[in-house]
């Protein structure tokens, strides 16, 4: 399968002219046979004027599954509506906000699993 994610910089910005459509900082991953991926990247930031969760995008593709999209949420953001971490709850460990946990390179990590619908 192949994921696609893409997010924000560190400015809560796509982009130069924030054109999400054409996001500076994306990269496409393909899994291995047990559909395990791995994204290396930096904590995007919320967009400009708050109101919004930091959040990354992913849509996947490449399976016997039609191509879905999810959207990462990050343990403790500020900006998180009462409705999603109510939506994130419900689905437990395929809920959309993960916490992220530093190790001993500090480096933060976070493991974000997804259950593709049919
Ligand atoms: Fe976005």
């Known amino acids: 399968m192949t994921v696609y994610a893409f997010h924000t910089d560190a400015e809560g910005l796509y982009s130069e002219t924030n054109d999400n459509t054409n996001p500076r900082l994306n990269a496409t991953i393909w899994t291995d046979a ?14 400009p ?7 990354i995008h992913y849509r996947i593709s490449g ?14 953001d500020p900006h998180l509506s009462a409705r999603t971490k109510d939506r994130s709850a419900k689905r437990g460990r ?3 906000i993960r916490p ?11 493991v974000f699993d997804m259950k593709l619908r049919r």
């Open 94 to 96: 395929f809920g959309s």
């Open 63 to 76: 399976s016997d599954f039609p191509d879905q999209g999810f959207e990462l949420h990050f343990e403790g």
């Open 34 to 47: 047990r559909g395990r991926y791995e994204l290396r990247t930096i904590r995007p930031a919320p967009y």
């Open 49 to 55: 004027g708050g109101g919004i969760p930091a959040h």
């Open 100 to 110: 992220l946990e530093r190790g001993e390179d500090g480096v933060w990590h976070c």
